[in-house]
């Protein structure tokens, strides 16, 4: 696509690496003596889309923000491209935080900012504060963001504000956003709950096919195991902290369900 | 369910605290109206001066324009000074202050900072840069930036404060630094008020303006308070209409730009 033309050199770099997550013993408690995560061990190959699912309140949100920092882990390895993210400060967390993109559940736009520059925002951590402040982003960042703009159907809204939009445009800036960032691994904390069904297919399928094309690899948090099952090639079973199931979505049978979700009445 | 036929349930509990309350401020503004000796027969002779004084007062004697154009002007000028530095120096300071962006070692001691700033009345403030600075516009001016500080740093800081942290956590999960972080998701979501909180500010500042040259601060108190003083009371209704005048057009100032801003 033309928009890993435009900064060739850190779109090769990133083909070159692996961009496999090893996470080891990942433990998270916000409450002392009330564990979230409790020892998670979990390697993710540097591509396909892995989906965790498990009930609300069970760490899967936690679990993702550990990789980002958004939540500090408590203990434990997590190993991206070389460096231990759970150890990383300053400048070398921002560095290693702006190759990992994140789409949120309600897609934290800054609403009051034209959708072009919340695809800019993409690439904050690239592009110095001055440049910023004044809008005079490199004209490649600006091709690009058309590039995506056009790649989720919404060529013709840069100059919009973000709250005029609808929810499901709202996400789809969210991923374009994300993916300004040319990112190694993208994150998504449930992007397809605030949705309507109809949308989160096309959204989840949006996600699917450009992180495909990029090759990037993609961890998604996901309450609807139709969709985990539809578009995951890895599906991840959390409860109570734990994970209690792992493989391709296939093999997920309805008793592995009734051992994440409990019970059986829903099914 | 169980309760007795006929015993209906409380639906809102008494509030004992609130009767005693207002019990209490009520008896306390009926010992202070005889403690100060109000009377109905104080009032009406009250009213006969009062109906002298705007007697003298009219009508208003303009024969002293320059000298009140002129005070007008330097009050203008305190007031535009005192509130471009002022809201300057409060921007950074609110962001400071505000506890969802800093750490608590920063934002306290700013805290401590703006409400030592904002303890004072600006007249208080005003007499004690007149007394180290001297008479004239720059203690004024002086007086109401610090004026200005402690009022709308404040108010910065609790808009900061009463922000989506959504849009924040996004930023910084793209590898943002902390000033693009605020450049990004943190003025977008307070400039509408920020422009507010300064144009109340400016307003106040037009106001105490022509308050700080009653004390010697420069403006056109001090022209009031020399006519004052002379017994020259239609001056002082000239001085007073002026003074409206300026008011209202810096109203219908800021109302243009606040319109601009939406």
């Known amino acids: 696509m033309s928009q890993t033309d435009t900064a060739p050199a850190a779109a090769t770099a990133a083909a070159g690496a692996d961009r496999s997550l090893t996470i080891r013993h990942l433990d998270k408690e916000y409450v002392r003596g009330k564990a979230v995560l409790r020892d998670i061990n979990l390697t993710i190959d540097g591509r396909g889309l892995t989906a965790i699912i498990g009930p609300s309140g069970t760490g899967k949100s936690t679990l993702i923000r550990c990789i980002n920092r958004l939540v500090e882990p408590s203990g434990g390895e997590i190993v991206f491209m070389g460096q231990d993210l759970a150890k990383l400060r300053g400048a070398a967390l921002r560095a290693a935080r702006r190759r990992i993109g994140m789409v949120f559940q309600e897609y934290n736009l800054v609403e009051r900012l034209s959708v072009m520059e919340n695809l800019l925002c993409g690439r904050l951590g690239y592009v110095p504060v001055w440049r910023a402040w004044l809008r005079r982003f490199p004209q490649a960042d600006i091709d690009a963001a058309f590039a995506l703009l056009d790649a989720v159907g919404l060529g013709d809204f840069a100059t919009r504000r973000a709250d005029a939009l609808s929810g499901g445009q709202r996400q789809r800036v969210g991923i374009a956003r994300a993916l300004m960032q040319q990112p190694d691994l993208l994150l998504a904390d449930e992007p397809t709950s605030s949705l309507d069904p109809k949308t989160s297919v096309e959204i989840m399928e949006l996600m699917a096919r450009l992180t495909g094309a990029r090759d990037i690899p993609v961890v998604v948090n996901i309450h609807n195991v139709e969709l985990a099952r539809r578009f995951a090639t890895r599906v991840i079973g959390m409860t109570g902290g734990r994970v209690v199931f792992d493989g391709p979505p296939a093999a997920l049978e309805p008793r592995h369900l009734t051992e994440i979700y409990g019970g059986e009445d829903w099914l | ?262």
């Open chain 2, 1 to 262: 369910m169980s309760a007795a036929a006929g015993a209906r349930r409380r639906a809102f509990a008494p509030d004992w605290t609130g009767r005693v309350v207002v019990a209490a401020i009520a008896l306390y503004t009926l010992y202070a109206f005889s403690a100060l000796d109000f009377s109905a027969q104080r009032f009406a002779t009250g009213l006969g001066e009062g109906a002298r004084l705007i007697g003298r007062m009219l009508p208003p004697n303009f024969a002293r324009w320059p000298l009140l154009v002129e005070g007008l002007i330097e009050s203008l000028q305190i007031a535009i000074l005192a509130s471009a530095l002022g809201i300057l120096a409060s921007l950074p300071l609110g962001l400071l202050a505000a506890r969802n962006l800093m750490p608590g070692w920063v934002a306290v001691p700013t805290r401590f900072f703006i409400a030592f700033c904002r303890s004072f009345h600006p007249v208080i403030v005003a007499i004690l840069f007149v007394k180290a600075i001297g008479f004239g516009a720059l203690a004024g001016v002086a007086a109401l930036i610090v004026a200005s500080m402690g009022f709308i740093a404040k108010l910065f800081a609790e808009a900061i404060e009463e922000i989506s942290p959504k849009p924040l956590e996004a930023v910084r999960a793209s590898g943002a630094p902390f000033a693009a972080v605020v450049i990004f998701a943190v003025m977008p979501q307070v400039m509408s008020r920020f422009v507010g909180f300064a144009l109340y500010q400016l307003d106040s500042n037009l106001r105490n303006s022509t308050m700080v040259g009653l004390v010697g601060a420069g403006g056109i108190g001090g022209t009031l308070d020399a006519a004052f003083k002379r017994f020259d009371y239609d001056f002082v209704s000239a001085i007073l209409i002026a003074i409206i005048a300026m008011i209202f057009i810096g109203e219908i100032l800021s109302g243009w730009v606040r319109r601009a801003f939406q």
